[in-house]
């Protein structure tokens, strides 16, 4: 698999990344040489290698499922930038 010069051209757009013409090349290049390893790393043979989170064991630390205090929206909102009631105000996302 390799990225075209449209696709990169593509792939800024959807980032919302301004990339200038003469970028356009040296990013194909960066591209396409994270795909070409992407590809090897496919052809490593895993079966029977357990999955690892860490390099070294390490169990993970635990809390215990228990309820706590709730209903405290005007403390879990002193710090946002914008509320309305007792939720967390934010931009518009989906369009």
Do not use: C, W, Y
Not at 22 to 31: R, T, Y
Not at 43 to 70: H, L, N, W
């Amino acid at each position: 698999m390799s990225v075209d010069q449209a696709t990169v051209r593509r792939i800024a757009h959807l980032a919302r990344i301004k990339v200038s013409d003469e970028d356009v090349p040296h990013l194909q290049d960066e591209l396409n040489a994270i795909l070409r390893f992407v590809e090897e790393l496919a052809a490593v043979d895993v079966e029977g290698v357990e999955a690892m989170t860490s390099v070294m064991p390490m169990p993970m630390k635990k809390r215990q499922d228990i309820v706590t205090e709730g209903e405290i929206p005007d403390v879990i909102l002193a710090n946002a930038p914008e509320r309305e009631d007792h939720f967390f105000k934010v931009p518009k996302v989906v369009e």
